[in-house]
């Protein structure tokens, strides 16, 4: 990897993630994160002269990253389009899919972005800077119950109509455009000695909001089963119970809401099924890349028609 893609963003659970996809030399691959382009060039490696890659980003500083590589194309959307532009190159089906959701390590350390409770600078958020909806607007816009709603449903806070009311008051008197100007409003809501948790759960919710991350994850991962071909797997890596809850519902049920299909027999109908257990990156990796601390991987392969059918002890087993 050359420098400027590593200092971009060190990617997290790299050889599990690209081992889980079992690779075939000749089989086309899709890469829905691509950031510093580390998972990528892994997975490139692996590849054949046949093989075929495909990359998403929205965020325009990745495509400074691409990839000087005739297997190789990178596209520069969110991966909630993935069947869209997949059909555009002329793609119906991989062998492959792989996620690392979440925030690069550019964006949380480039102090303009916003993303970061560790630097001062405008509160911005977007992943894709030319999406309309900043982390400013969301803040100085939201009447209180609608902070609320994201605080507690994003941010999981069990005060978060405390620290609704505490940011709309603040915004009376003076707009909140900067970290500072967020964490002054809120002051009185961080405890001592859990002041950054809370914190960052507070910057994470309205992060979420701004870049609609859930109903991107929702849209992407109801897609896969049209995507993916029988066999092929899927390598996703989340990094807060919200994302995780969304993956392993998906993997396990086939779906997001409600109890997964079941025929006439009470046999549970799911289109992928778990490989593994969950992967959690190990100590070594956690000193060496404090932000993989909280990342989590699973692994999920796609079912023949025939054999979409599980029996309810498989698929309870977690």
Request: proline residues 3%; contains cysteine.
């Amino acid at each position: 990897m050359n420098d400027t893609a590593s200092s971009y963003h060190i990617p997290v659970l790299l050889h599990q993630s690209v081992e889980g996809l079992a690779i075939k030399p000749d089989g086309i691959y899709v890469d829905v994160t691509f950031g510093g382009g580390g998972h990528s060039r892994e997975i490139l490696k692996h590849l054949g002269e046949k093989g075929r890659l495909y990359a998403f980003d929205q965020d325009a500083d990745a495509l400074n990253n691409t990839i000087d590589d005739p297997r190789f194309t990178l596209i520069h959307q969110n991966f909630k389009f993935l069947r869209q532009y997949l059909r555009f190159y002329g793609v119906s089906e991989v062998d492959g899919v792989l996620g690392d959701f979440g925030v690069s390590s550019h964006q949380f350390d480039i102090a303009a972005r916003g993303f970061s409770t560790r630097f001062e600078g405008a509160l911005d958020m977007r992943m894709n800077q030319e999406a309309p909806l900043t982390a400013q607007e969301v803040l100085n816009s939201y009447d209180e119950a609608a902070l609320t709603q994201l605080l507690a449903n994003y941010g999981e806070l069990k005060n978060a109509r405390a620290i609704a009311r505490a940011i709309t008051t603040y915004r009376a008197l003076q707009p909140i455009s900067l970290g500072s100007e967020l964490q002054e409003a809120v002051k009185q809501y961080l405890p001592k000695f859990k002041e950054n948790k809370v914190l960052a759960q507070i910057y994470q919710a309205i992060r979420i909001e701004v870049n609609g991350e859930l109903e991107a994850l929702e849209s992407f991962l109801l897609q896969l089963p049209a995507v993916v071909k029988e066999g092929g797997r899927i390598s996703l890596i989340s990094y807060h119970s919200l994302e995780d809850r969304y993956v392993k519902r998906f993997i396990r049920d086939g779906q997001l809401e409600g109890a997964a299909e079941k025929d006439w027999f009470g046999n549970v109908q799911v289109p992928f099924r778990k490989v593994g257990g969950l992967i959690l990156p190990t100590d070594e990796e956690i000193a060496q890349n404090s932000r993989a601390r909280s990342a989590k991987l699973r692994i999920g392969e796609r079912c023949s028609a025939s054999g979409q059918q599980t029996m309810r002890k498989q698929h309870l087993e977690k």
